[in-house]
């Protein structure tokens, strides 16, 4: 009897730490799923043959309400990501990073050199890759 209740218990333990990680995993993909819908949205505006209008369309305020959303989604998703996940995690912050960037950019535009404009254009096409890819 008494090993009948530990067997029971064993796989109730098994059974409770399998559903915590379908769960976390769940949560993991919500967010990242959340970060791509939100960072197209936000990237929609951006094409490589108007570079500075496409950085000042960036400084609109849903733009900036987006960026700032995608930082905390960005922060979620490092917090949850396994060890399987670490690779996805840092294409993320590359796609954030770069978006930052040229959010950042507009401010400063006229004070650039030229590598850091093109750097921002060299983003713009990265952008604009992802956007197709997808």
Request: glycine share 2%; with cysteine.
């Amino acid at each position: 009897m008494l090993r009948k209740v530990s067997i029971c218990l064993i796989l109730f333990t098994i059974l409770i730490l399998y559903l915590t990680s379908c769960s976390t995993n769940n949560e993991y993909s919500g967010s990242v799923s959340s970060f791509k819908e939100i960072y197209f949205k936000t990237t929609d505006s951006i094409v490589p043959s108007d570079i500075l209008t496409s950085l000042k369309n960036l400084q609109g305020e849903e733009n900036e309400k987006n960026i700032e959303k995608l930082k905390q989604l960005l922060d979620e998703i490092k917090e949850k990501a396994s060890e399987n996940n670490q690779d996805e995690y840092v294409q993320l912050s590359n796609w954030y990073d770069g978006l930052a960037y040229l959010h950042d950019a507009y401010k400063n535009w006229g004070n650039l050199t030229f590598e850091e404009k093109e750097k921002i254009f060299n983003e713009i096409v990265l952008i604009q890759n992802r956007r197709h890819k997808r």
